[in-house]
């Protein structure tokens, strides 16, 4: 009797601490392995804490980045997140740069893209995203959702110990949907960039996989660390896994959403890529 007395009044406690102190969920994330969200963008409204424009030539695509949403480049509205390729009939000056400091061309197609570099960065767990491609696929379509570890030397730097080449350990990429327009219309991939030890030296496939959808309905891609493997999911479903790559990725990484045109076949109007939410998760193991 005594003993079920002290239980009671444990408890009693107990829920005093948590009212004070704390949610349940907060003490349920330390209580079982179930995944944690830590973060989460539902894109009510372009949140500057969770984001910032990037602006990057890179994989000589044809369209300059451009910032704050100009030519309405990337739009939040009606609770999503659209980022756009767009046509704006006339060639501009770009001020975008590669890697070396060379400036891209002169262009009529502009773009967004958008990453939480220095924002939101996470070591390992679970990123998602919710996303659909508006429209039929088109050649030089090339949207992708994808991370990458945050001490890439890439723009912008904004820290000390961003000093790491790609794809090397501090820098390494991690693609969780890539779609090539030039290829088959309702195809992506998804995979890990290889790092062969040196800078801009990467395998692009060794460690990727085609998967065929819908690319026009929406649907949750995400990557996940289980143990040493790197798991990738098709709406919770696993499509494709890196086996034993995960411990390759120790690193902090930033995720990014970005709309790019790669290769010189004409397009006219706006591509569209549409995203519902981005989310990263926890295990306490």
């Not at 406690?13 to 349920?28: E, M, R």
């Not at 424009?53 to 030519?71: L, S």
């Not at 002169?106 to 659909?132: C, P, Q």
């Not at 062969?196 to 085609?210: A, I, N, V, Y």
Request: glycine content about 8%; charged content about 30%.
């Amino acid at each position: 009797m005594k003993k079920k007395i002290l239980i009671f009044c444990l408890m009693i406690i107990g829920g005093y601490v948590l009212i004070v102190f704390g949610s349940k969920s907060s003490i349920d994330n330390i209580s079982n392995n179930d995944w944690q969200v830590d973060f989460v963008d539902n894109f009510e409204f372009f949140d500057v804490s969770n984001w910032q424009d990037q602006r990057i030539w890179v994989n000589n695509e044809n369209q300059c980045y451009v910032p704050d949403g100009k030519y309405n480049t990337r739009e939040v509205s009606n609770g999503t997140l659209k980022i756009k390729v767009i046509n704006i009939e006339n060639k501009i000056v770009c001020d975008n740069l590669d890697k070396f400091g060379k400036q891209h061309p002169d262009t009529e197609y502009v773009a967004g893209r958008i990453a939480s570099k220095n924002r939101k960065e996470f070591i390992k767990g679970k990123w998602s995203a919710r996303l659909r491609i508006v429209g039929e696929s088109q050649l030089s379509m090339f949207p992708a959702w994808w991370i990458l570890g945050a001490q890439n030397n890439e723009a912008p730097v904004q820290e000390e110990n961003e000093n790491i080449c790609w794809p090397t350990t501090g820098s390494g990429e991690i693609d969780i949907f890539e779609h090539h327009g030039d290829y088959e219309k309702d195809h992506y991939t998804t995979g890990a960039i290889k790092n062969l030890g040196d800078c801009d030296k990467g395998d692009w496939w060794s460690l990727r996989s085609g998967i065929t959808t819908s690319l026009s309905d929406f649907h949750d891609y995400s990557v996940e660390w289980e143990k040493n493997d790197l798991v990738y999911r098709l709406d919770g479903k696993e499509v494709y896994r890196n086996i034993g790559e995960g411990d390759k990725y120790p690193e902090a990484m930033f995720a990014i959403l970005n709309f790019a045109k790669i290769t010189d076949s004409p397009m006219k109007g706006e591509w569209i890529m549409e995203v519902d939410w981005v989310k990263h998760e926890f295990k306490n193991d």
